[in-house]
């Protein structure tokens, strides 16, 4: 592939002892594995919209972004996961590497397909069809008309708390699992590391430990912005909505699947909106809609080790490498091992935007 100019961002996701980060063109992911060494695997990246321009429109981009994130994170901590389970040591004590294991073959496009259908139900049924049904439960239980309508205003700002409720819950329970602590880690490891290059400060350890692990452009960001959106967009049109059935149950199994379609044009606005806090950060406006977002990050980053920094560094490199010198990934994409970042060949003009001190 050509040379191309540096993206105006980069954006990653943290995954199993491990970052993978993805440019216009390119993907990388880089795991440390049990010996110290950094396995990183690069694959190129075609976004959909190559082919469907129109899908770059504001607030249908919104929406191709989260299936596409959703395809590369998968993929991601697919190859993660295996390097996880080849580190493992045996069940009867045998040092990793004494018996070799033989690799998990990658999710097919059918499989990853499947997971993501899979995994947008399940978190549509904990995120959206629950919060509802416990509001209508509710509303039955305090004899309340406007609470069991499912439409109504107060509903809506009830369902919302509910919604809260449910992801706060989740994120707290979730970050109490040490692994998941780790992920965290990871997770505060990309967004230094994104900072350092949109700073176009050194892209090297001690360059992005020096900003912060809080970002604007974050998927916890992003997804709280759906749920708040989610809130307005519902009380402002479905009280417009006559009743579906008159079983309260199967009026309340209709309105889930009114909800299911419009979270696409829901996700669309918070992508937007998500857009705007990464480019008027100072704007008071614009703070105070990622406020709650940056808030949340306290729970879903921590404060990485060097050796985190260093691998979330080796996948932005290794993406950025291809994208800025132009040359084509081999066909299934190519994994190599490094000893340190400091093996990782990288073009000049890297560091001619980004010097090291």
Known sequence: ????????????????????????R??????????GSILVRETPWEPVWDRLKFLRWPFFRGAVMLVESLWNGLQALSFSAEQAELDEPEPDGTAVGARPKEPQKPLTKAALAGTIALAMLLGFALFAALPRFLTWGLGLALGSPDLESGTKLLFNAVNGVFKLAIFLGYLWGISRMKDIRRVFQFHGAEHKSVFAYEARAALDVPGAQAFTTFHPRCGTSFLILVLGVSIVVFSVTLPFLPRLADNSVLNQALLVLIDLPMMFPIAGVAYELIRLSGKRPDHPLVRAI?????????????????????????????????EIGGQPIPEGGRTFALASLADLPVPAEIFERHPTR
Request: aromatic fraction near 2%; charge should be positive.
């Open 26 to 35: 390119s993907m990388a992911v880089a795991v440390r594995k049990r010996d």
């Open 1 to 24: 592939m050509p040379a191309r100019p540096f993206p105006d961002t980069i954006g990653g996701q943290a995954v199993l002892e491990g970052v993978m980060m993805r440019a216009p």
């Open 290 to 322: 990622a406020a709650p977002g940056l808030w949340l990050q306290r729970i879903t980053t921590q404060p990485p080790d060097d050796g985190q920094v260093e691998v979330a560094l080796a996948a932005m490199l290794t993406a950025l490498s291809r």
